[in-house]
């Protein structure tokens, strides 16, 4: 049982806050990437992360959470 509603289609007075708005998030996020391995023929190479690291321009992270009552 129990219901749902998409708060973003909700109508609300001018000025009112819809859910979760102005109430922020506290958490902690940790970003890992493998390490780089290349075969070169018989070889494996590890490849420094540092420097695979520096071609990444750009991360995006989406969120999404509700809550329920």
């Given at each position: 049982g129990g219901w749902q509603t998409d708060s973003s289609k909700?109508?609300?007075p001018k000025g009112r806050l819809k859910p979760f708005q102005?109430?922020?998030?506290d958490s902690t996020w940790?970003?890992?990437f493998p390490t780089v391995?290349?075969?070169i023929?018989?070889?494996r190479r590890h490849f420094p992360q540092k420097e695979m690291?520096?071609?990444i321009d750009d991360v995006v992270?989406?969120?999404?959470?509700s809550a329920k009552m």
């Amino acid at each position: 049982g129990g219901w749902q509603t998409d708060s973003s289609k909700v109508k609300l007075p001018k000025g009112r806050l819809k859910p979760f708005q102005g109430t922020g998030v506290d958490s902690t996020w940790h970003l890992s990437f493998p390490t780089v391995v290349k075969a070169i023929g018989e070889k494996r190479r590890h490849f420094p992360q540092k420097e695979m690291l520096k071609l990444i321009d750009d991360v995006v992270i989406e969120v999404t959470y509700s809550a329920k009552m």
